[in-house]
């Protein structure tokens, strides 16, 4: 019984950071910081093989504004160690997100 106000205020956090969060300025961002190696809009293809273009990130079932801000602030080693700033990885995972429905 205590997992449902567990959950409910995740979605309740998640929604808030996403309210504050631009989505516009992430797709620029993503154009100058990641547009290297990821294909960063809909029908491109990614510059680096292996890099998962955006819109097939945002399409997978699992992914979730929560999610890339968590994968965005953690190093990768298939990354470059791009420090990005907190507003600017919202922005980002933002902008992801947002591709969800432009499939």
């Not at 945002?58 to 504004?65: F, K, L, V």
């Not at 080693?77 to 591709?99: C, E, F, G, H, Q």
Request: hydrophobic share 50%; glycine share 4%.
């Amino acid at each position: 019984m205590m997992k449902l106000p567990l959950i409910a205020a995740l979605i309740v956090i998640e929604a808030a950071g996403a309210a504050r969060a631009d989505a516009s300025k992430g797709a620029m961002l993503a154009a100058q910081l990641c547009a290297t190696c990821h294909a960063v809009q809909p029908g491109q293809a990614s510059p680096k093989a292996g890099a998962p273009p955006f819109p097939s990130v945002a399409a997978d079932p699992s992914i979730t504004i929560f999610s890339l801000r968590a994968f965005l602030r953690t190093p990768h080693w298939t990354m470059p160690n791009i420090m990005l700033k907190p507003d600017d990885i919202d922005d980002i995972a933002s902008y992801i997100v947002s591709l969800k429905t432009k499939q």
